[in-house]
């Protein structure tokens, strides 16, 4: 089982044919809601690769909240980790353009997650083998739960994002995952430098390029595969599910790393952050034709 804590929100999401700029008003072509937050999209990534997943959250009283927990139930996501507040779900509001995205986040319900309700989950974490965590949570609840996660010798993956949010508590997690932008706002420049001091924990994502770790030796570079993207919202998502899928099962890393990347080669085929996410049997066919 792979616990996930982490953020549940309502993506607004808008399209336009191009960024606007500072000041600028355009036309948009696209509006729709979908569900995502980073946690949630992780989740739904693992379960869809075939491994159960217990989710830890919030979610608001408001129709959001409701749509939500639906959702992730219809993933077959044990949502008893997940509470109700008496306020607003979060939401985050996705702009799309150019084969891009650019995104705000309004925390709501998510920051209302306590310390009290990691504890209330102390048993599901300890039965779990591996610990998913990003950082759309209030900090000093993702720095408890790394905590109590490696005092139950329970590995755990953390995807620091938003970057603005990683302490030095954080490097206590298992396994890091930035993406290239939240590595160089983390380490600076030289942030492939970084990676030698945490060899085969720390794993950069380079989009459509791959990925990128130190293996103890040498510096690796794990090919992307080749896609057309449609929406990118959800491809880091999706491989730190695939990745926290691949090594609960034991892979080693490089080949863990390659089935993240086919896994978020092909979530960005299809509009939406959890839209795209493919099962096991869609992977392993990337996996084998790319070989």
């Given at each position: 089982m792979i616990t996930v804590v982490g953020s549940i929100n309502m993506d607004l999401v808008v399209g336009t044919e191009r960024f606007p700029k500072q000041g600028e008003t355009v036309l948009g072509n696209l509006y729709t809601t979908v569900p995502g937050g980073k946690g949630a999209n992780q989740a739904v990534a693992a379960a869809r690769l075939g491994d159960q997943v217990h989710m830890v959250g919030a979610v608001g009283s408001d129709a959001f909240g409701t749509q939500l927990l639906e959702g992730l139930e219809k993933e077959q996501?044990?949502?008893?980790?997940?509470?109700?507040?008496?306020?607003?779900?979060?939401?985050?509001n996705i702009l799309l353009s150019e084969g891009d995205n650019r995104i705000i986040v309004v925390p709501g319900a998510n920051h209302e997650l306590t310390k009290s309700d990691i504890d209330a989950q102390k048993k599901a974490i300890e039965k779990s083998s591996m610990v998913i965590l990003q950082l759309e949570l209030p900090i000093p609840v993702v720095e408890y739960t790394l905590q109590l996660a490696k005092e139950l010798g329970v590995p755990a993956i953390l995807n620091p994002a938003p970057a603005g949010g990683f302490t030095e508590a954080m490097k206590q997690?298992?396994?890091?995952?930035?993406?290239?932008?939240?590595?160089?706002?983390?380490?600076?420049?030289?942030?492939?430098?970084?990676?030698?001091?945490?060899?085969?924990r720390m794993v950069v994502t380079l989009g459509k390029n791959g990925a990128r770790y130190f293996d103890g030796d040498k510096h690796v570079t794990v090919e992307g595969f080749p896609t057309q993207a449609v929406d990118t919202t959800g491809a880091g998502d999706t491989f730190n599910g695939a990745l926290a899928v691949a090594l609960a099962e034991g892979s080693e890393f490089k080949?863990?790393?390659?089935?993240?990347?086919?896994?978020?080669?092909?979530?960005?085929?299809?509009?939406?952050?959890?839209?795209?996410?493919?099962?096991?049997?869609?992977v392993v066919s990337r996996m084998e034709a790319g070989e």
């Open positions: 996501i044990d949502t008893q980790g997940v509470k109700k507040t008496d306020g607003a779900s979060g939401i985050a997690a298992d396994f890091l995952t930035p993406n290239e932008t939240e590595a160089e706002e983390l380490f600076g420049t030289n942030w492939e430098l970084e990676l030698e001091r945490y060899p085969n080949e863990a790393v390659r089935f993240a990347n086919a896994a978020a080669s092909l979530s960005v085929e299809k509009f939406g952050a959890q839209g795209g996410m493919p099962n096991r049997m869609e």
